[in-house]
């Protein structure tokens, strides 16, 4: 709830900034202004969007952002369509703030930032899963018994010998197994 407040001191700012240039121009051409922010913001998220949706979706499938600079452009065209579109002159100074290339570079490296720290947390948060999954101890290495295997495949070829291998080097032979007779008894006979 850390958004609330914010959003609500942000509106008394918007409706105060409002009424402080209603007072030097007219308030009619500062109602105009949100008709036209709108119009243009509107159209700008319409033609980022058309462009970055199937980026964004294949981005969506294989977990991976690429470095297409037009993408971040794109998607700073889209967000700035969006502040044009709310009524206000603080998010259209924010939305103009938005297209310069050097705010587009700081928000693409802090994006960038906490892209890298959620999949390290959520890879971290997968591998704890899987240690917790092998009935062993708690946070032990799930994989550390496959690489103890390969390790004694290794010194088993290179002719070594390996302490607690669970390999049996031996010939298979097909066993026919051995067919039990049912004998009939003769009813008649007593």
């Not at 004694?152 to 007779?181: C, F, L, T, W, Y």
Request: glycine content about 10%; hydrophobic content about 50%; aromatic content about 6%.
């Amino acid at each position: 709830m850390k958004l609330f407040p914010i959003i609500l001191i942000g509106l008394i700012l918007e409706i105060l900034v409002w009424i402080g240039v209603a007072q030097f121009i007219s308030g009619w051409y500062v109602f105009f202004w949100f008709i036209v922010s709108f119009v243009i913001g509107l159209n700008l998220l319409r033609s980022s969007t058309a462009t970055i949706m199937p980026q964004l979706q294949q981005m969506q499938m294989t977990g991976m952002m690429g470095d297409d600079p037009t993408m971040t452009k794109k998607m700073a065209t889209a967000f700035a369509g969006i502040l044009l579109m709310i009524p206000g002159l603080i998010t259209d100074v924010l939305a103009l703030l938005v297209i310069l290339p050097p705010v587009q570079n700081a928000i693409k490296k802090a994006g960038m930032k906490y892209m890298v720290k959620k999949q390290q947390a959520m890879m971290n948060n997968m591998m704890g899963d899987m240690g917790n999954m092998g009935g062993g101890a708690q946070g032990q290495n799930p994989f550390a018994d496959l690489m103890r295997q390969m390790q004694d495949m290794q010194n088993q070829q290179s002719g070594g010998h390996s302490r607690g291998s669970n390999i049996i080097d031996g010939v298979a032979h097909e066993v026919e197994p051995a067919h039990k007779h049912i004998e009939l008894k003769d009813v008649n006979q007593k």
